[in-house]
T-cell receptor
Framework: AQKITQTQPGMFVQEKEAVTLDCTYD???????LFWYKQPSSGEMIFLIY??????QNATEGRYSLNFQKARKSANLVISASQLGDSAMYFC????????????FGTGTRLTVIP | DAGVTQSPTHLIKTRGQQVTLRCSPK?????VSWYQQALGQGPQFIFQ???????QRGNFPDRFSGHQFPNYSSELNVNALLLGDSALYLC?????????????FGPGTRLTVL
């Protein structure tokens, strides 16, 4: 079974509007971390935001926020006030805290911001 | 504060050849992980190095090997290259400590096997 599922291959958003990128995860580990990365066409994976499974509040970093719904096993990324520079691939990833140190990635969502 | 650096940026090899990719971690980081990202896919974990030892390995054949040096930099070696090894190879560094252990990625090396 896929550990990370991103069901939106592509998304479009108008400049200055907000957009939500979906991510669901599958783990039996009680302790885990969820990450979002941005990958522009240059290839570098840029860390955006982190949410720990025991964090009581949703994580926020500037225009990025993570809508964490533990019971539904979802960790959606919300980008507010979209900018043209937000156009990129976005990847959701998970690390299970027990034993493993590697990240499991989804297949990504390509976001296009329309002027 | 220098981020993660990788070299070379691009590489073209032919089937059967061997290749070495290099990575320098972010300043202060001691753990290096390598990922393979095929076109249109998310990155797949290859292995992780900590204290000059391979600590964990993903589902990759023994043709993929690595090394970590005392200064925490790392190399990824791939022997007997196959066409399917063509991909973007990403190096990520992190600090072995409690907390998020967030991995920070380099710009990647794009390998093309002909």
């Amino acid at each position: 079974a896929q550990k990370i599922t991103q069901t939106q291959p592509g998304m479009f958003v108008q400049e200055k509007e907000a957009v939500t990128l979906d991510c669901t995860y599958d783990t039996s580990d009680p302790s885990y971390g969820l990450f979002w990365y941005k990958q522009p066409s240059s290839g570098e994976m840029i860390f955006l935001i982190y949410q720990g499974s025991y964090d009581q509040q949703n994580a926020t970093e500037g225009r990025y926020s993570l809508n964490f719904q533990k019971a539904r096993k979802s960790a959606n990324l919300v980008i507010s006030a979209s900018q043209l520079g937000d156009s990129a691939m976005y990847f959701c990833a998970m690390r299970e805290e027990t034993g493993a140190n590697n990240l499991f990635f989804g297949t990504g969502t390509r976001l296009t911001v329309i002027p | 504060d220098a981020g993660v650096t990788q070299s070379p940026t691009h590489l073209i090899k032919t089937r059967g050849q061997q290749v070495t990719l290099r990575c320098s971690p972010k300043s202060g980081h001691d753990t290096v992980s390598w990922y393979q990202q095929a076109l249109g896919q998310g990155p797949q974990f290859i292995f992780q190095y900590y204290e000059e030892e391979e600590r964990q390995r993903g589902n990759f054949p023994d043709r993929f090997s690595g090394h970590q040096f005392p200064n925490y930099s790392s190399e990824l070696n791939v022997n007997a290259l196959l066409l399917g090894d063509s991909a973007l190879y990403l190096c990520a560094s992190s600090l072995e400590q409690g907390g998020t252990d967030t991995q920070y990625f380099g710009p990647g090396t794009r390998l093309t096997v002909l």
